[in-house]
């Protein structure tokens, strides 16, 4: 089999690169040391996270002066992300660090001032239409089509800049933004997506580079036609815990509790709805565009031993090539032996095992409560703000649990407080939302607002909006909740809990600004998939990326 050499210095995923490669039919060789570089043929320099910490880390392990050779000496070469952004002089993110300097120019920030950063989902990486019809598809890029992106820096495109000195330019828009998505010149092919993580789009496109295919034949739209631009994401979310009989399922509560009455004998039994890896492998060919997998009860365990988890992650990421998330019990721990492991050691092994990013629930509110005692000061100390740190803001995703407390007015509470239009019982139109640790086990005083303001500024990348109130009711999304954490972030949210239709998911992109939304139970009782929703949601002209893409 062909080997392709993959530069690992630790940083992220690079697993699921390995997974996709192989799938391939390649073989994949590790670099771990600079001179490796001199015996490859065919190289790829993934990347993920800071700029200036990937540089840096280059720069120190005597790395650049052979990527410079490698690039020069016209062998193939990919850079995938901060691998692409490499090969630019610079970056706004860290103006000290120099990058490789092969192209010139430097990446700039996002605006967030109308548009959530980081740019997190799937977006287009397309020739002008003149170029295409001209030259084909380069390296298999398909204007049609969808590939995922994360990341808050771009290269601001600027029309025959870089043609000019002979580089082909795929281009994606975000906002009123339009920057590179992917260039080419000779046998140096570099894209900000990550096509490891783009479905079967991004695996042709790899594919392509690792055969040699430069350009590929023009090709008509062969799928269902969609407008550039960010796509709206839709995503399935297994919570997974252990059954009676001692197996890792998947489950799904009414309002958490994931427990249905027995008949006769009136044992309570742990509902149980498939397993995890294939029902993860259905979602990724139904069309999801994330999977996120939760151990729901991770506050009993220590995921360090927890390896059932780690293997699920393992096993899905052989055969799932979109972006995987993994929540519960991502916090300083102790080992059985009473040993301490830090939640940077816990969100490493699940990094190593193919997560692309972890999401943080109990842990978060305890910082925050923290934070927020000591006179917003940041500790530096905390799971989010160290993993960030480590592995870049878009891998750290902070699951919120909250449920509604309501009030007779405004004043009576110190929290923030919106006047809903479904009054309780007693009718009382004031709530606040409460935010729950261990489960919704423990309310908090702390409401969703002071949370995830506070979490934005120590680094988190992500919301993941649940609500325990609407959680299995096939209800629809909270929307009064989901519109108002909006308003509070510039960092998206994914709104989940409700989810009973595929109309609930176009209700809530139509009348909030979420930026993906998240189904459970309605998938995994099989009465709509992934695809129904995704059909829906293009019939109402909401964008999406199109199922089997
Ligand atoms: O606190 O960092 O250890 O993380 C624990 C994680 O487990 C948290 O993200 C928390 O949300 C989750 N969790 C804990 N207990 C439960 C439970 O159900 N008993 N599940 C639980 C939360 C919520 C959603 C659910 C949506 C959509 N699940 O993920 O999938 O509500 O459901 P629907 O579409 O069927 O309505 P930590």
Known sequence: MPTVHI???VAGNVRSLANAVERLGFTVEWIKEPSDISKAESLILPGVGHFGHCLTQFAQSGYLDFIHEHVASGKPFMGICVGLQALFEGSAEDPSVPGLGIIPGKLQRFLDSDKSVPHIGWNSAALSEEDAQKRGRLYGLHNNSKYYYVHSYAVPYDPDFLEDRGWNVATATYGGEVFVGALSRGKVFATQFHPEKSGSAGLRVLEAFLRGERWLPYQ????????????????ACLDVRTNDQGDLVVTKGDQYDVRDRQDATGT???????????????????GADEIIFLNITSFRDCPVTDLPMLEIL???????FVPLTVGGGIRDTRDQDGTLVPALDVATLYFKSGADKVSIGSDAV?????YLRAGKKASGKSAIERISAAYGNQAVVISVDPKRVFVDSPKDTSHHTIRTQFPNAAGQEYCWYQCTIKGGREGRDLDVCQLVTSVERLGAGEILLNCIDRDGSNSGFDLELIADVKKHVRIPVIASSGAGTPLHFEQVFRST???????????????YTVKDVK???????VLIRPPGS
């Open 268 to 286: 309570s039994i742990v509902r149980n709805l498939g397993k995890p890896v294939a029902l993860a492998k259905a979602y990724y060919e139904q």
């Open 7 to 9: 530069l690992d210095y």
């Open 513 to 527: 600004h979420a930026d993906a939304a998240l189904g459970a139970g309605m998938f995994h009782r099989k009465e």
């Open 220 to 235: 008509d739209t062969p799928m269902l036609s969609v407008g550039r631009g960010l796509t709206k994401r839709v995503i």
């Open 366 to 370: 305890l910082v925050v409560e923290e």
């Open 314 to 320: 393992r096993r899905t990421s052989e055969n799932v």
């Open 535 to 541: 059909m829906e949601l293009h019939d109402q002209d």
